[in-house]
Each structure stands twice: as structure tokens, then as C-alpha cells.
């Protein structure tokens, strides 16, 4: 699933090849991806206007537009990539710009040679370019003025003493803690075990229990492990996640790697340096 790493790869293509560039259609049809918009809605609101910034807090991306006469600012378009979705930008003289692998599409598919269905929403520039968003699943969303209110501090961004203050307290598992995303925007369930593993702090660890100092070491490896996905090309580039499988041992130690479940979710660690 994209997680905070995966969708700052797909704002930052739309920052690098998307933005000032006018909207003369949109394929909006796809009424459960575009829900609660009917078709030709999304369409009405968009067509002659320009992206003109892309933002992103935590897993949640929108585009700012270009606003007309007597509007304080155009309508935002909100783009999420769902499970496995993925936005690619064609530019005016024909070449694909997208994050991560440049050449596969979701499930190994060529999104070159991808059925029409699986573009899932469509804007169509004057220049003969295209802004899609690809997703064979049909698990994304698009949507106008996204509601962020819901959303804690971007995981990326937050600093060292509103991070202690917001994930540090309570009786939560430590991991359920960092997933929860009106705590702190942005981590999924690999980024979760990447952290914790480079912290090496115990995922059942009541979260209250972290004195400062750990809170700070969590911060950093929380910081360290994003930044280096984002490098590399997304969560599953991380240095314990091809260890996650049965009868794999910690890349750092050799000792054995355990998993259960916390938090709901699936979750990996290592018995002799993650064992609380």
C-alpha cells in the first residue's frame, strides 16, 4: 500500500511536470473513484483552470488551481492513491514522468500498455499531455476539496517536541500509536516496522512508557527511515522489510525475526534487540 514515502514521490512528479499547464478535459466518469461527485462535475470545476501547486500531508495529496475572476482561490483537487493506485504525467511531447519504478505499472503491469479502464481519472491538457491516475484495483480516490481536518502533523515534518508531546502519551502499543493518523499523518504498516526496527523499541512498548530521550531516538529513526524511502523509491526499500518473511533473521544482529499482530495490522520484529 503507498504509504507517506510513495505519495511524496507522486507530488513531487506532479510539481515536476504537472503544474501551469491547462486543463481542456477530465475524465471524471468513474463514479465510485470520483464518489460523491457525479460525472461531469469534477469536470465543470476544473476545465480552462491550472494546477498550480501540489501539497501533501501525510498519505493525503491535493493540487491547489488557479482561481477566476471574483474567486479567492480555485477549487483543490484531491488525488489518493488508494492501495496500489500511481499518477503519471505525460508530457506534451509524449515521454512519462511518474514516482517510483519508471517503466512498471501496479502488480508488474506495464502501465504503458494498460487496459483503458485502469486509468481511473484523467486530466487532459492544452498541450496535448496528461495528468492519470493508474490504479488497476480501483482502490483510489479523487475528489474536490478533501477535508484534512481529520489529519495529524505530517510524519515528515513534525518536530522532535510536538512529536514527544503527540506520541508519547496514552496506554496504545507503540506501533498502533504511530499508525494512528490523526496522531501523526503519514505512517503505513512497513514504515511503522522500519522505524521501530532502526529505534530498536519494542512495537507492544505502551507508547506512555517512552522517556524523552527514546521519544528523540524514535523521532530520528521515524525521520531517517522516511527520508530514505523517499530516496529510494518507496517503504519497501527499507533495511529490515525483506526480512519480514518466515524464518527471516535481522539484518543487524542475525536473531530471528518474530511477528504477530498489533494494533490490527501484521507486524515484524526482532526478538533479541525489539523483545521488551
Same mark, same amino acid.
Given at each position: ?8 514521490? /507522486? ?10 499547464r ?16 457525479a ?13 498550480? /501547486?501540489?501539497?501533501?500531508r501525510? +498519505? ?54 494498460? +487496459? ?14 496528461s ?7 480501483? %482502490?483510489?480516490?479523487?475528489? %474536490?476539496?478533501?477535508? %484534512? ?21 496514552g496506554? /496504545?502499543?507503540? +506501533?498502533?500509536?504511530l ?8 505512517v503505513?504498516n ?19 512508557? %517512552? ?15 522516511t ?9 519497501h ?8 518473511? +518466515? /524464518? ?21 520484529w ?7
Amino acid at each position: 500500500m503507498p504509504e507517506l514515502p510513495e505519495v511524496e514521490l /507522486a507530488r513531487s512528479t506532479i510539481e515536476e511536470a504537472g503544474l501551469g499547464r491547462t486543463i481542456v478535459d477530465v475524465d471524471d466518469a468513474d463514479d465510485w473513484v470520483c464518489r460523491p461527485h457525479a460525472p461531469g462535475e469534477i469536470r465543470a470545476a476544473l476545465v480552462g483552470r491550472r494546477l498550480t /501547486a501540489a501539497h501533501r500531508r501525510g +498519505k493525503t495529496m491535493w493540487c491547489d488551481t488557479s482561481q477566476e475572476d471574483g474567486e479567492d482561490a480555485g477549487p483543490r483537487l484531491g488525488l489518493h492513491l488508494g492501495m496500489s493506485g500511481r499518477i503519471i504525467v505525460r508530457t506534451a511531447e509524449g515521454g512519462t514522468v511518474h514516482g517510483g519504478d519508471p517503466v512498471r505499472g501496479v502488480d508488474g503491469t506495464d502501465a504503458a500498455v494498460a +487496459k483503458a479502464e485502469w486509468y481511473r481519472f484523467t486530466l487532459v491538457f492544452e498541450d496535448g499531455g496528461s495528468l492519470r491516475l493508474f490504479d488497476k484495483r480501483r %482502490l483510489g480516490r479523487v475528489r %474536490l476539496d478533501p477535508d %484534512l481536518e481529520a489529519l495529524g502533523p505530517d510524519a515528515a515534518e513534525i518536530g522532535v517536541a510536538d512529536f514527544r508531546a503527540r506520541v508519547g502519551r496514552g496506554t /496504545a502499543p507503540l +506501533k498502533a500509536r504511530l499508525l494512528d493518523q490523526s496522531v501523526l499523518a503519514g505512517v503505513g504498516n512497513l514504515l511503522a516496522d522500519e522505524t521501530l526496527w532502526q529505534a530498536r523499541q519494542d512495537p507492544h512498548r505502551p507508547a506512555g512508557e %517512552l522517556s524523552a530521550d527514546e521519544l528523540t531516538a524514535l523521532h530520528r529513526s521515524l525521520r531517517t527511515a522516511t527520508e530514505a524511502a523517499v530516496r529510494h523509491g518507496g517503504v519497501h526499500t527499507g533495511e529490515v522489510i525483506s526480512h519480514r518473511v +518466515k /524464518a527471516g533473521r535481522c539484518p543487524r544482529c542475525g536473531a530471528d525475526m518474530a511477528t504477530g499482530r498489533v494494533g490490527g495490522r501484521t507486524t515484524w520484529w526482532c526478538t533479541a534487540e525489539q523483545q521488551g
